[in-house]
């Protein structure tokens, strides 16, 4: 949500601010994740990336991704998903039917 209203309005908050930087190694599966949650399908809350979105995404740029790399991005999908339903205080999670814990 913050990295959309970066986009839309150039504001960032203080969280991107002082969010730590993904190492230069990697910087760029994280970008990936973002363009990628992007086009993210969204019901009562916003669902996992659908392994289907991911390879359609990976194919109109011509990338080969290696199954590390889309095994990190939908590790990165779920920590953000559940970062998400403890953001809100649960409500989100609930929906999606994952409990507090997960």
């Known amino acids: 949500m913050l ?5 839309q309005t150039g504001v960032l908050a203080d ?3 002082s969010a730590p930087v993904p190492p230069e190694e990697t910087a760029y599966l994280w970008r990936w994740f973002c363009e990628i949650a ?5 019901g009562m809350a916003p669902n ?3 392994h289907g ?3 359609v995404w990976f194919r109109q740029r011509g990338i080969r991704p290696a199954e590390w790399e889309l095994k990190a991005l939908r ?3 779920g920590a953000w998903l559940v970062s998400l339903a ?4 649960g409500k989100i999670g609930s929906a999606m039917g994952m409990g507090a814990s997960d």
Not at 86 to 89: A, K, Q
């Open 86 to 89: 403890d953001d809100s205080g």
């Open 48 to 50: 996992p990336l659908m």
């Open 38 to 42: 992007a086009g993210r399908q969204c």
């Open 53 to 55: 979105e991911i390879d």
């Open 15 to 17: 969280e991107l601010a």
């Open 75 to 77: 590790e990165v999908d």
């Open 3 to 7: 990295l959309e209203i970066h986009a």
